[in-house]
């Protein structure tokens, strides 16, 4: 039972465009959200999170959407560059099941056309 | 300050045979998670580590199990290995409190003949 799924396996998106990358949950206890990146050969690297009780969080070029009602978050690129082009995952935590335990989505491989 | 670091980084064992992975988290670091990565499935948790006492368990078989000693490090063996378990076996330390973020090393491969 994939309780966190990224349903596009991949994504090739134009220099300089915006890229969105999209996640949805299916289990309502989850009430924290992170997107990771991964080059191959290297682990995951925290990009970007967003609690719950908000619908937005940005970091410069990366900007997260929650949608509770709809159980759907998004990661927004703007502008993408060649070094955003990686796998990118998305991951819940619950406190009602321990914040310490991830579960991760299959992932979505970004590919930027220079 | 340095990353957290696996090793050894590849592995080839048959199939039978038992494994032990070692995690060394960041400094001051006090908790350690593992996870399986394999093709199709993401990653899944296996289990997690805080001040040397499992805290938090995933839906893996009692071949599956870890320990952390008390300088942090951490380490997950693999007993009568199966096909199946070969994966890029990940792990990833916090300071251990809620929303504190996960870093994670760059894995160990593992491939069982």
């Known amino acids: 039972d994939q309780q966190v799924k990224q349903n596009s396996p991949s994504l090739s998106v134009q220099e300089g465009r915006i890229s969105i990358l999209n996640c949805d949950y299916t289990?309502?206890?989850?009430?924290?959200f992170l997107w990771y990146k991964k080059y191959p050969a290297e682990g995951p690297t925290f990009l970007i999170s967003?609690?719950?009780?908000?619908d937005k969080n940005e970091d410069g070029r990366f900007t997260v959407f929650l949608n509770k009602s709809a159980k759907h978050l998004s990661l927004h690129i703007v502008p993408s560059q060649p070094g955003d082009s990686a796998v990118y995952f998305c991951?819940?935590?619950?406190?009602?099941?321990?914040?310490?335990?991830?579960?991760f989505g299959t992932g979505t491989r970004l590919t930027i056309i220079p | 300050k340095a990353g957290v670091t696996q090793t050894p980084r590849y592995l080839i064992k048959t199939r039978g045979q038992q494994v032990t992975l070692s995690c060394s988290p960041i400094?001051?670091?006090?908790?350690v998670s593992w996870y399986q990565q394999t093709p199709g499935q993401g990653l899944q948790f296996l289990f997690e580590?805080?001040?040397?006492?499992?805290?938090n368990k995933g839906n893996f078989p009692g071949r599956f199990s870890g320990r952390q000693f008390s300088n942090s490090r951490s380490e997950m063996n693999v007993s009568t290995l199966e096909l199946g378990d070969s994966a890029l076996y990940l792990c990833?330390?916090?300071?251990?409190?809620?929303?504190?973020?996960?870093?994670f090393g760059p894995g160990t491969r593992l491939t069982v003949l």
């Open positions: 400094s001051g670091h006090r908790s």
């Open positions: 991951a819940a935590s619950g406190t009602n099941f321990g914040n310490e335990k991830l579960t």
């Open positions: 289990n309502s206890m989850f009430d924290y």
């Open positions: 580590y805080f001040s040397e006492t499992q805290r």
């Open positions: 990833a330390s916090s300071l251990g409190g809620y929303t504190d973020t996960q870093y």
């Open positions: 967003i609690s719950s009780i908000k």
